[in-house]
C-alpha cells in the first residue's frame, strides 16, 4: 500500500519536468523546475529577463510564464548566478571595508596607534579582492549553440 502512495506522489511530482541545459561531452546536466526563477535572453530582446517557469508544452516546445509564453529555441542565453561567490565577496569587502575604518579611528583618537602601510595594503587588498570575485565568477552565461543545448524534459510516470 505505501509503495503504490510513493509511487503516485512521484508520478505527480512537480519535479519529474523542467528545462534542462545540456553541455556537449559532459553527462552532467543543468535543471530549472517548475515554479523556478530563471534569467534569459531571447532572440526579440536581447536584454536580461527574469522569468518563473509556469507550465510547459513538450508538444510544441513552450514555455508558459507569468508575462506570457516563449519557445525553446527562442532563448538565445540563460544566466546563472552563484550565491556562495556572492556571499565570498560580501564578506570580503565588509573586513576590508571594516579594517579600514576601525584603523582609521583607532588613528584618530590615538596617534600612537599604529595604522601604516600594511594596515592599508590588507584592507585595500581585501575590498579589491571581493569585488574582484563577485565580477569575475558570480554570473555565469550559457549560450545556445554549439557547445549548450535546450531542453524541455517530462520525466513523470503515466
Known amino acids: 500500500m505505501v509503495f503504490f502512495l510513493i509511487t503516485g506522489y512521484a508520478a505527480t511530482s512537480p519535479a519529474q519536468e523542467f528545462l534542462q541545459i545540456e553541455v556537449q561531452n ?14 534569459i535572453k531571447t532572440k526579440q530582446n ?14 510544441t516546445g ?3 510564464y507569468d508575462q506570457g509564453m516563449l519557445q525553446v529555441e527562442d532563448i538565445v542565453a540563460i544566466r546563472e548566478t552563484r550565491p556562495g561567490v556572492g556571499a565570498l565577496s560580501v564578506a570580503l569587502t565588509t573586513f576590508g571595508g571594516a579594517w579600514l575604518a576601525y584603523g582609521l579611528i583607532s588613528q584618530g583618537l590615538d596617534n600612537k596607534a599604529e595604522f601604516g602601510t600594511k594596515e592599508i ?5 581585501a575590498l579589491a579582492t571581493g569585488w574582484g ?26
Not at 26 to 39: A, F, H
Not at 150 to 157: A, C, G, N, P, Q
Request: no cysteine.
Open 26 to 39: 559532459d553527462p552532467e546536466t543543468i535543471k530549472y523546475g517548475l515554479g523556478q526563477k530563471i534569467v
Open 46 to 59: 536581447d536584454e536580461w529577463q527574469a522569468i518563473v517557469l509556469r507550465k510547459f508544452i513538450y508538444e
Open 62 to 64: 513552450t514555455i508558459l
Open 121 to 125: 595594503v590588507i584592507g585595500v587588498a
Open 133 to 158: 570575485v563577485k565580477k569575475a565568477f558570480y554570473k555565469r552565461d550559457f549560450h545556445m549553440g554549439k557547445r549548450y543545448r535546450l531542453r524541455l524534459m517530462d520525466m513523470r510516470m503515466k
